[in-house]
């Protein structure tokens, strides 16, 4: 079936209106119409082919939300009008170590597949993900939505801002009587100060920029430190349970892990465009730290997080825009000028 979406035919051509085919539904699909689909810098960078491997035409959109259109005969879990979210795949192995503990985003098989320029059968031989008007999506990776219905705009970004934060988050024990930091306040930060505050850790908000001390309180941060400060830094030294780290630039690491107590961890979710600096190896030897990484969830711990996130009333700060101010969004994004993460109406598609 056609659908109207917004795609790049090339890296330097910019995103512009057009028809791309979705496949009929087959036994185990959900049809989606999509309401609003968030805006992730992973979006831009594949677009433009930032990163290697990008296929054309490309759709992006990995934060997807809206309502059941319809279902095949062997869905069980979703019914027609249901409220619905897709994230950052839409299929895996299923057979590998890591699917069934159900960790696909780890699949070892085929590796999973992104919701956009991730292979498949379906033309034009790559996924196209959610800045269009609907998707067929396999079940298994379909995700009930609790949140009320006026909140499901704001609910988008959680599809990855807030499953690549949650997960760290609760894998390394961030709750009461942990001491927990998030360096940088955007997309992904700001998700991270809400969900380790919601969990009941101590939270401690770190920024290069002044302006953001009072946002990052509002948002559930305890403490701020500015991490161009030593001053401020020296004094949090060795305290620290888990540092969450969301900056997708080229930075020192060696100020955040001389934060952490022993056995603390420095989490990375930012992939930055060029390599880190060597870190110390004497303050990790020294204090059995670790610096590790994370990436998104699997299904069940991404339905978790929703779940979590409906009843402590936790979703992202957002500014909607319409389809055709996507290069706009796309700029500012680039510019840090975002409080925290555009969200396409995708209603607009039809204008």
Known sequence: MVTKAYGATAADKPLQPMDIERREAGAHDVVIDIAYCGVCHSDLHQVRAEWDGTLYPCVPGHEIVGHVRAVGSEVTRFAVGDMVGVGCMVDSCQSCPSCREGLEQYCTGTGFVGTYNGPTPDAPGHTLGGYSQSIVVDDKFVLKIRHPEEQLAAVAPLLCAGITTYSPLKHWGAG????????????????????????????????????????????????????????ELEAHAGSFDMILNTVAASHDLDQFTGLLKRDGSLVLVGVPEHAHPSPSVGTLIFGRRSIAGSLIGGIAETQEMLDFCAEHEVTAEIEMIRMDEIEQAYDRMQRSDVKYRFVIDNATLAA
């Open 176 to 231: 009461p009587g942990k001491k927990v930091g998030v360096v940088g306040i955007g997309g992904l930060g700001h998700m991270g100060i809400k969900i380790a505050h919601a969990l009941g850790a101590h939270v401690v908000a770190f920024t290069t920029s002044e302006a953001k001390r009072e946002d990052a309180k509002k948002l559930g941060a305890d403490d701020v430190l500015n991490s161009r400060n030593a001053e």
